[in-house]
């Protein structure tokens, strides 16, 4: 407790190591020895599951009723001490109010040097810059995009930045790696004993997914709730046997915020047919058959390629035993006309997907714990067919970047992405160009996800297949497609000259500000702090 | 058009929902050199690209003292150079030539009866758009100068078209674009008549005159082939059809505007399309009339794509070969409902090969078993089978447009 409890060391910015990607990395991660990335499949953990301390059911109320009357009282109870980490999770979205209720409950408390440890953060939390300069929040770790992309690209936050996949954060918990002091759990509805779901209430979400590590291995855990049931709260996502305290709210979010009321597809003719390759390459390439599986997300893209591949699924008469999401009415309407057996959904992005969550025990929540967990005993994003992915850019070599901008500055979090590329079939599928920055380079800003697990780049001016995908080659010159499958160098050569030339490399000062982390808990990249506000040339 | 020979000018767009485009401010000055000033949202990867454009131009305009603002966001060199040449000019800049390089090559002339199934509008002064227009494979793209461009902005987008067509690849579309009413359409020909363009459609024309004045100021700009597709928008236009089509030989295709046409009869324009029943069966008449193609409206509802393959199915069925899009999702429908059926094809090829079968004989009539065919339904077997050749349809015979190909 005492280690934890002191004050953070500063950045040692002297050692790095060139890892097995070639990429320069640091040692020294917020106080923490970090390995660097070995290679994919390479690095084998050993030891034991990091444990919660062990508690005993009479320190609990015999009634159930765990309930405190806010948030500042349940963190005080909780011992939150300064250098502490304080844990929350974006089911929420852009609508979450409570992960910076709770920080500025511990600065009333007058604590100091904490860790946010959110599994994705929004620019809703934009507050948590201020909370960073009185010091009362030392660095984050978990995505950083928009003001707070902003602040740790330019250097300002006083430790590293630690990027992780999902899956990733739930390794890191599980082993040791971040040690969780209190979790603080924002619940669409839960009862006085902790039990909680996503499922119901106004501020419902869907999946609570992203909070079950924190619930089962933090040494504390709040349940934030503004739909307060009497017990039981059923069904449960959040077992109110981990929880210490239930803490009732008017509001925990915005609800137009949270889900979206339809989600719309893109218009944008040149996306449409990115989309339709995509389809048609699945088609073309055989991997379109009964009981195949996907997972898309709910990206104009990816809702638009559900869009195709549901014809192409009626055209054949296959349907799919599951597909994941990211849910969304085009996934809801598949498992509605039978096209598919089930929704495995590990968020849940518009009303019509949370009402089927909520009603269809055939559309069920999954956390990273069973698709993407590097410490799991198997996961169901290996079991996927096809995976259809974004990003902001791709190298020659396959390689791909989705956290940082081509200018350097923190765009995005890694999300499930490094997790997916464990499916059978990892498409990125990308405008070949935006505004006038090409997507393909020659070498990706940072590194997020090793070249030899991305197998196609689908554009619009043409679909690059991974040479190392002879298979996948194979079955499109067997199936006679006519798709454009192109060399990614002649796609770039091509786009290159449309734009006016590859652009010049951003320049990036030596200092680190965050690490990009491997599925496996190794550094994979550093984000280096970007020289000058973006715009200013000339 | 009062501006002093020494003053500022505007040109571009520029606001939050503007991308791939950018707004120059340009103040001539006596001294001082060039001094430049680029804010642009690419600015750390492409601001050197920037400020090099920018300097050519100005070189090539001869303009040696100026004060140039640039606000970016992400637009390309062609047409970064025709916002500072249209800033330039409407401070006062005459002379010099800043065209930038061309890229695409002029490609050889079109054909007259090519397969005009679909033509895309892309409004002149939205570059961005037409930059993945040929991906989406339609017959023809129109670079649009008339309707879709505001009144102030008329010679500031054909500096953005002229540089397009120098150098954004079209991949096989026709290139066609759509120039104002007469007399500012002849200026309009005057910045891109030069540059390979294959078509250039007159709107609102009532008058074969009008057509005449066209050819000839094309003529005075190129030797290249470009041909002329009348846009019928009046009643009286109308009436006149068969003078228009006629008026001179490079009219290919003749056309009609529903928007203006149903507004200048007072009536409402209908998805069912009665009302302009007459007019466009006239178009059709005039058009075969004039040994030219008779090609249809546009359909205004892009979300409809029901009613879009509904519309373009009667419009086949009417005579027409093709018609307008004004976005790419309704190229396809287009292209499947000008495509002849399974049925009708077959019948055609079996008449087709009788036809052959007979010729070969040296037999003046062409029987189908024990059913003699009519000259007239032999020559819309013809049509019908080198429609079916041309779109592909039927595959071991030549791609569709290749003649076309060669603009690559």
Same mark, same amino acid.
Not at chain 1, 24 to 45: A, I, K
């Given at each position: 407790?005492?280690?934890?409890?002191?004050?953070?060391?500063?950045?040692?910015?002297?050692?790095?190591?060139?890892?097995?990607?070639?990429?320069?990395?640091?040692?020294?991660?917020?106080?923490?020895?970090?390995?660097?990335?070995?290679?994919?499949?390479?690095?084998?953990?050993?030891?034991?599951?990091?444990?919660?301390?062990?508690?005993?059911?009479?320190?609990?109320?015999?009634?159930?009723?765990?309930?405190?009357?806010?948030?500042?009282?349940?963190?005080?109870?909780?011992?939150?001490?300064?250098?502490?980490?304080?844990?929350?999770?974006?089911?929420?979205?852009?609508?979450?109010?409570?992960?910076?209720?709770?920080?500025?409950?511990?600065?009333?408390?007058?604590?100091?040097?904490?860790?946010?440890?959110?599994?994705?953060?929004?620019?809703?939390?934009?507050?948590?810059?201020?909370?960073?300069?009185?010091?009362?929040?030392?660095?984050?770790?978990?995505?950083?995009?928009?003001?707070?992309?902003?602040?740790?690209?330019?250097?300002?936050?006083?430790?590293?930045?630690?990027?992780?996949?999902?899956?990733?954060?739930?390794?890191?918990?599980?082993?040791?790696?971040?040690?969780?002091?209190?979790?603080?759990?924002?619940?669409?509805?839960?009862?006085?004993?902790?039990?909680?779901?996503?499922?119901?209430?106004?501020?419902?979400?869907?999946?609570?997914?992203?909070?079950?590590?924190?619930?089962?291995?933090?040494?504390?855990?709040?349940?934030?709730?503004?739909?307060?049931?009497?017990?039981?709260?059923?069904?449960?996502?959040?077992?109110?046997?981990?929880?210490?305290?239930?803490?009732?709210?008017?509001?925990?979010?915005?609800?137009?915020?949270?889900?979206?009321?339809?989600?719309?597809?893109?218009?944008?003719?040149?996306?449409?047919?990115? $989309?339709?390759?995509?389809?048609?390459?699945?088609?073309?390439?055989?991997?379109?058959?009964?009981?195949?599986?996907?997972?898309?997300?709910?990206?104009?893209?990816?809702?638009?390629?559900?869009?195709?591949?549901?014809?192409?699924?009626?055209?054949?008469?296959?349907?799919?035993?599951?597909?994941?999401?990211?849910?969304?009415?085009?996934?809801?309407?598949?498992?509605?006309?039978?096209?598919?057996?089930?929704?495995?959904?590990?968020?849940?992005?518009?009303?019509?997907?949370?009402?089927?969550?909520?009603?269809?025990?055939?559309?069920?929540?999954?956390?990273?714990?069973?698709?993407?967990?590097?410490?799991?005993?198997?996961?169901?994003?290996?079991?996927?067919?096809?995976?259809?992915?974004?990003?902001?850019?791709?190298?020659?070599?396959?390689?791909?970047?989705?956290?940082?901008?081509?200018?350097?500055?923190?765009?995005?979090?890694?999300?499930?992405?490094?997790?997916?590329?464990?499916?059978?079939?990892?498409?990125?599928?990308?405008?070949?160009?935006?505004?006038?920055?090409?997507?393909?380079?020659?070498?990706?800003?940072?590194?997020?996800?090793?070249?030899?697990?991305?197998?196609?780049?689908?554009?619009?001016?043409?679909?690059?297949?991974?040479?190392?995908?002879?298979?996948?080659?194979?079955?499109?010159?067997?199936?006679?497609?006519?798709?454009?499958?192109?060399?990614?160098?002649?796609?770039?050569?091509?786009?290159?000259?449309?734009?006016?030339?590859?652009?010049?490399?951003?320049?990036?000062?030596?200092?680190?500000?965050?690490?990009? &982390?491997?599925?496996?808990?190794?550094?994979?990249?550093?984000?280096?702090?970007?020289?000058?506000?973006?715009?200013?040339?000339? | 058009?009062?501006?002093?020979?020494?003053?500022?000018?505007?040109?571009?767009?520029?606001?939050?929902?503007?991308?791939?485009?950018?707004?120059?401010?340009?103040?001539?000055?006596? &001294?001082?050199?060039?001094?430049?000033?680029?804010?642009?949202?690419?600015?750390?990867?492409?601001?050197?690209?920037?400020?090099?454009?920018?300097?050519?131009?100005?070189?090539?305009?001869?303009?040696?003292? $100026?004060?140039?603002?640039?606000?970016?966001?992400?637009?390309?060199?062609?047409?970064?150079?025709?916002?500072?040449?249209?800033?330039?000019?409407?401070?006062?800049?005459?002379?010099?030539?800043?065209?930038?390089?061309?890229?695409?090559?002029?490609?050889?002339?079109?054909?007259?009866?090519?397969?005009?199934?679909?033509?895309?509008?892309?409004?002149?002064?939205?570059? &961005?758009?037409?930059?993945?227009?040929?991906?989406?494979?339609?017959?023809?793209?129109?670079?649009?100068?008339?309707?879709?461009?505001?009144?102030?902005?008329?010679?500031? $987008?054909?500096?953005?078209?002229?540089?397009?067509?120098?150098?954004?690849?079209?991949?096989?579309?026709?290139?066609?674009?759509?120039?104002?009413?007469?007399?500012?359409?002849?200026?309009?020909?005057?910045?891109?008549?030069?540059?390979?363009?294959?078509?250039?459609?007159?709107?609102?024309?009532?008058?074969?005159?009008?057509?005449?004045?066209?050819?000839?100021?094309?003529?005075?700009?190129?030797?290249?082939?470009?041909?002329?597709?009348?846009?019928?928008?009046?009643?009286?236009?109308?009436?006149?059809?068969?003078?228009?089509?006629?008026?001179?030989?490079?009219?290919?295709?003749?056309?009609?505007?529903?928007?203006?046409?149903?507004?200048?009869?007072?009536?409402?324009?209908?998805?069912?399309?009665?009302?302009?029943?007459?007019?466009?069966?006239?178009?059709?008449?005039?058009?075969?009339?004039?040994?030219?193609?008779?090609?249809?409206?546009?359909?205004?509802?892009?979300?409809?794509?029901?009613?879009?393959?509904?519309?373009?199915?009667?419009?086949?069925?009417?005579?027409?070969?093709?018609?307008?899009?004004?976005?790419?999702?309704?190229?396809?429908?287009?292209?499947?409902?000008?495509?002849?059926?399974?049925?009708?094809?077959?019948?055609?090829?079996?008449?087709?090969?009788?036809?052959?079968?007979?010729?070969?004989?040296?037999?003046?009539?062409?029987?189908?078993?024990?059913?003699?065919?009519?000259?007239?339904?032999?020559?819309?077997?013809?049509?019908?089978?080198?429609?079916?050749?041309?779109?592909?349809?039927?595959?071991?015979?030549?791609?569709?447009?290749?003649?076309?190909?060669?603009?690559?």
């Amino acid at each position: 407790m005492a280690e934890r409890t002191r004050a953070r060391p500063a950045v040692d910015s002297g050692t790095f190591h060139l890892n097995a990607a070639g990429r320069r990395v640091p040692l020294d991660v917020n106080g923490r020895v970090s390995l660097p990335f070995e290679g994919v499949g390479m690095h084998r953990p050993v030891g034991a599951r990091h444990g919660a301390p062990i508690r005993s059911c009479s320190d609990y109320p015999a009634n159930g009723d765990k309930r405190v009357p806010d948030l500042r009282t349940a963190l005080e109870r909780c011992g939150l001490e300064d250098g502490m980490t304080i844990s929350s999770h974006h089911h929420l979205r852009n609508g979450d109010l409570v992960a910076v209720a709770a920080l500025q409950a511990a600065a009333e408390l007058g604590r100091r040097d904490l860790m946010w440890f959110p599994s994705a953060s929004f620019p809703c939390q934009e507050p948590v810059i201020d909370l960073m300069e009185r010091g009362v929040v030392h660095h984050i770790e978990g995505s950083m995009n928009g003001p707070l992309g902003a602040y740790c690209s330019h250097g300002r936050m006083r430790g590293l930045g630690v990027l992780r996949s999902h899956g990733g954060r739930w390794q890191a918990i599980q082993d040791g790696e971040v040690h969780v002091d209190v979790a603080v759990i924002a619940a669409p509805t839960a009862d006085p004993f902790g039990n909680a779901d996503g499922s119901h209430g106004p501020s419902a979400c869907g999946s609570l997914g992203f909070a079950l590590a924190d619930s089962i291995y933090a040494d504390h855990v709040i349940v934030v709730t503004d739909n307060l049931v009497e017990f039981p709260c059923v069904p449960w996502q959040i077992q109110g046997n981990n929880v210490d305290f239930v803490v009732e709210v008017d509001s925990i979010g915005d609800p137009a915020k949270i889900v979206s009321g339809t989600t719309q597809i893109t218009k944008s003719p040149d996306r449409l047919l990115i $989309a339709e390759y995509v389809a048609r390459f699945l088609r073309d390439a055989g991997i379109v058959r009964d009981g195949f599986s996907f997972q898309a997300g709910a990206g104009g893209i990816a809702l638009a390629f559900v869009g195709y591949i549901r014809e192409i699924m009626r055209e054949q008469g296959v349907k799919a035993r599951f597909v994941r999401g990211g849910s969304t009415s085009y996934l809801v309407d598949l498992l509605n006309e039978g096209l598919t057996d089930y929704i495995l959904d590990g968020q849940t992005f518009d009303l019509a997907a949370v009402e089927s969550i909520a009603s269809n025990p055939r559309h069920v929540a999954t956390s990273p714990f069973t698709s993407y967990n590097w410490h799991g005993k198997g996961n169901f994003a290996s079991l996927v067919d096809a995976v259809v992915l974004g990003a902001t850019e791709v190298d020659v070599g396959f390689n791909a970047n989705v956290v940082t901008h081509s200018d350097g500055m923190l765009l995005h979090g890694i999300g499930g992405w490094q997790n997916c590329l464990a499916s059978g079939c990892t498409i990125l599928a990308l405008p070949a160009f935006r505004d006038r920055i090409p997507v393909i380079v020659d070498e990706v800003t940072t590194l997020t996800g090793p070249g030899e697990l991305i197998d196609v780049v689908a554009t619009e001016r043409g679909i690059a297949v991974n040479p190392r995908r002879t298979d996948l080659l194979d079955a499109l010159r067997a199936s006679g497609s006519d798709l454009p499958i192109r060399p990614i160098e002649e796609i770039k050569a091509e786009v290159e000259k449309l734009v006016g030339g590859p652009p010049r490399r951003p320049e990036l000062l030596d200092e680190p500000v965050a690490v990009v &982390k491997w599925v496996d808990g190794t550094v994979l990249d550093t984000v280096w702090r970007v020289a000058e506000p973006p715009g200013a040339a000339g | 058009m009062n501006e002093p020979a020494r003053g500022r000018g505007v040109a571009g767009r520029m606001d939050a929902d503007v991308r791939s485009d950018l707004q120059v401010t340009a103040d001539l000055a006596e &001294k001082g050199g060039l001094q430049l000033s680029v804010t642009s949202k690419v600015g750390s990867l492409y601001g050197d690209a920037i400020q090099s454009e920018v300097r050519r131009v100005a070189r090539a305009l001869g303009v040696q003292h $100026a004060r140039i603002e640039v606000e970016d966001a992400g637009a390309i060199d062609p047409v970064i150079g025709a916002r500072v040449e249209a800033a330039l000019r409407a401070a006062g800049v005459t002379g010099g030539d800043a065209r930038p390089e061309r890229t695409v090559p002029h490609g050889e002339p079109t054909a007259r009866d090519r397969l005009r199934r679909s033509r895309l509008y892309l409004p002149g002064d939205q570059p &961005k758009l037409s930059l993945n227009a040929g991906l989406h494979r339609p017959d023809g793209v129109i670079l649009d100068l008339e309707d879709s461009v505001h009144p102030a902005q008329k010679s500031a $987008a054909r500096l953005v078209v002229r540089n397009l067509l120098r150098t954004v690849d079209f991949m096989g579309a026709e290139r066609m674009v759509r120039i104002n009413p007469l007399p500012l359409g002849l200026e309009d020909l005057d910045a891109v008549a030069g540059e390979s363009i294959d078509m250039v459609l007159i709107p609102k024309v009532e008058d074969p005159d009008t057509v005449r004045a066209v050819h000839e100021r094309i003529r005075e700009r190129t030797d290249r082939q470009v041909w002329l597709m009348p846009i019928l928008e009046t009643a009286l236009g109308i009436e006149r059809a068969l003078e228009i089509a006629s008026a001179v030989d490079s009219v290919a295709a003749l056309t009609i505007g529903l928007e203006d046409y149903t507004a200048d009869l007072g009536v409402a324009k209908t998805v069912e399309g009665g009302e302009s029943l007459y007019a466009r069966m006239r178009i059709v008449n005039a058009a075969r009339a004039a040994d030219c193609q008779p090609i249809d409206s546009v359909f205004g509802d892009v979300a409809d794509e029901e009613g879009l393959r509904s519309w373009a199915t009667r419009a086949r069925a009417l005579g027409f070969e093709g018609m307008g899009c004004v976005h790419p999702r309704q190229i396809r429908p287009i292209h499947e409902a000008f495509a002849p059926t399974p049925d009708q094809l077959e019948k055609a090829l079996r008449i087709v090969a009788a036809f052959e079968e007979a010729e070969a004989r040296g037999i003046g009539v062409v029987s189908l078993g024990s059913k003699m065919i009519d000259p007239p339904v032999v020559k819309r077997a013809l049509r019908t089978v080198s429609i079916a050749k041309r779109t592909g349809q039927l595959a071991d015979l030549p791609a569709p447009n290749q003649e076309a190909d060669s603009h690559g």
